[in-house]
């Protein structure tokens, strides 16, 4: 969800959606192979979310397939996935619940738990075991510790700040405390750190500085955290560049490796703006959202890279990003105006467009089967 529909975003009250279908559902006439599942935020407020299926290699998509299997639509604001044994868990942040359904079939079994609630405002569910994970929260002060398996809360970590993305390092968990802007517009405050938690444990073990508004965070292929700071650019007034830090795990230090300048002739004056930091399998090569366009970063130079840039059709909205694992091909979302639905498109590692698809309102998550 981006600035422009979370300015408005209070507490949200639970939303309790049933998964029982309208008519009954075959839970076997329905079968997803591999592919890509891209999660269609929809409109704050209009409960449009969707769910997108691309079958990489006949290079055809299927729209809205949760509500075609289950008769409801996801609900307001379909925030991440993750997807583990079989099982894809939807989290859908202002209905303030998470969906588990069949990562095949896309069918929720109503004969099981198969839907949780209680958060504040959930964002990101990091899975730690089949049997435990994380859930990090935009208003709660803290992680939220569930049991994936039973679809239940078993404890909770408080922080102190709100939480956002999440990698593992080891036994340890990063977390980016993005933003206290949504709980007081008013405030001047950002936050400008990445906490630890010891998951062996259930602890914060660390905080790091780093630049303001975390948003983003990767592991490369030395165990370093590389942390992507927005520098709450949007409000140049008490903002700043966005830049580019590198965490070293033994010492829980961060060190500035790059700081993005603006637009225009890299004008002091003007903030740049710089999102969805990602990496690609071998750990070597980032890619991120940068003055709107796709640039490529290279850890070991510390250098952008001058003749990769992929930039948006003139109406385009470069919102989101990802990188398949193993061809290395980059997936690019493009919202358009936030009010028509979205096109996909799949790059080659060089940056040569092979492939687009239409998807939902506002094309955001995606995730490989």
Known sequence: MK????????????????????????????????????????????????????????????????????NIPIGDVAQSMAMVDGMLYIVVNNSNYIYKVNANTLYCDTTSTYGMGDFYSPREMHFVAPDKAYVSDLIATGLW?????????????????????????????????????????????????????????????????????????????????????????????????????EINPMLKTAELRYEFKGPYDFDDDIKGTASSLKINSTGDQMYLIYNEDVRRFDPATLSLSETFRITPEPQGLFYNLAVEPTTGDLYVADAKNYMMNGTVYRYSNDGVLLASFKAGLIPSAMLFK
Not at 45 to 65: E, H, K, M, P, R
Not at 166 to 192: A, C, F, I, K, T
Not at 225 to 240: A, K, P, T
């Open 3 to 70: 600035r422009s529909a979370l300015f408005l975003l209070g507490v949200a009250a639970a939303m309790l959606m049933s998964c029982n279908p309208v008519k009954p559902v075959d839970p076997h006439a329905f079968n997803i192979g591999s592919g890509m599942f891209v999660l269609n935020e929809g409109n704050y407020q209009f409960s449009n979310g969707s769910l997108t299926f691309y079958d990489i290699q006949a290079d055809t998509v299927a729209n809205n397939l949760f509500y075609k299997v289950n």
């Open 145 to 245: 510790i569930v049991n994936p398996k039973e679809m239940t809360h078993c404890g909770y970590i408080e922080t102190g700040k709100h939480t956002e993305k999440m990698v593992q390092v080891g036994n340890e968990l990063y977390v980016s405390n993005w933003s206290y802007y949504y709980m007081d517009p008013n405030s001047h405050e950002s936050y400008n750190t990445v906490q630890v938690i010891d998951v062996n444990n259930d602890v914060m073990v660390a905080e790091i500085e780093v630049g303001k508004e975390p948003n983003t965070m990767v592991v490369d292929k030395n165990g370093h955290v590389w942390v992507l700071c927005e520098g709450r650019s949007w409000e140049d007034e008490f903002g700043e560049n966005p830049t580019l830090w």
